[in-house]
């Protein structure tokens, strides 16, 4: 059976932006199209490394190697019960993995799907929710490159509360690499090269995903 044709979606595509995403603008201006237009695109992460906090000692030891400090923005807020709502934090798990490439793959990896016509998309995303988040609270995020699935990568995240370390919520994502054709292949050697170094560790392989137990990460379980 020939692999799946999966029709890139802007609306999925992750970074969001249609650049980030593998393709070059066409109404770019001068310069090289194939640049890292923008060194820090996500909305409130902080590019900063993250302070110190019960929060970034909960991912630690959770095994987060890659933590940034994430602030709600107004457009986060419930509207009925004036708390993070549950968009937001799907919003929030969305720009962690931006950051992720933009601290720890840029410019390599952006440069890379754009010359080679390629995009990366998500194909599920799953959250866990643990406790409100309110729109004072500074959460810290972390996100990390857990599994190769066949073809597919699980990227999972956590929320935490900075000042108590309560864990927010707990979200794992599927994304597939997809060539300029439109159909689901492998990920490159660059990447993993890029991954290894940005983790400090080798990605575990997982040769057949359907016999694979599947749920939230263990440590937050």
Request: aromatic letters at 8%.
């Amino acid at each position: 059976m020939s692999d799946p044709v999966v029709p890139p979606d802007p609306e999925v595509v992750d970074p969001p932006d249609p650049e980030a995403a593998g393709r070059p603008s066409r109404d770019r201006r001068g310069g090289d199209p194939t640049a890292w237009r923008d060194p820090w695109p996500p909305v409130g992460v902080r590019p900063e490394p993250p302070l110190p906090s019960a929060g970034l000692d909960r991912l630690r030891a959770d095994g987060y190697s890659v933590c940034f400090d994430v602030d709600p923005v107004p457009g986060d807020r419930d509207r009925w019960q004036d708390h993070v709502g549950n968009t937001g934090i799907v919003r929030m798990c969305s720009e962690l993995r931006t950051a992720y490439v933009a601290a720890r793959l840029a410019p390599d990896w952006p440069r890379y799907l754009r010359r080679s016509g390629a995009t990366v998309l998500v194909r599920e995303q799953h959250v866990r929710y643990d406790r409100e988040a309110w729109m004072h609270e500074r959460l810290v995020g972390g996100t990390r490159v857990a599994q190769q699935r066949g073809k597919a990568v699980v990227v999972e995240h956590a929320l935490a509360e900075a000042g108590t370390g309560a864990v927010v919520a707990a979200a794992w994502v599927v994304q597939l690499f997809v060539g300029p054709d439109g159909r689901v292949a492998p990920y490159p050697d660059r990447y993993w090269e890029l991954v290894t170094a940005a983790e400090g560790r080798t990605v575990p392989r997982v040769d057949d995903p359907g016999r694979s137990p599947w749920g939230p990460p263990p440590a937050l379980a």
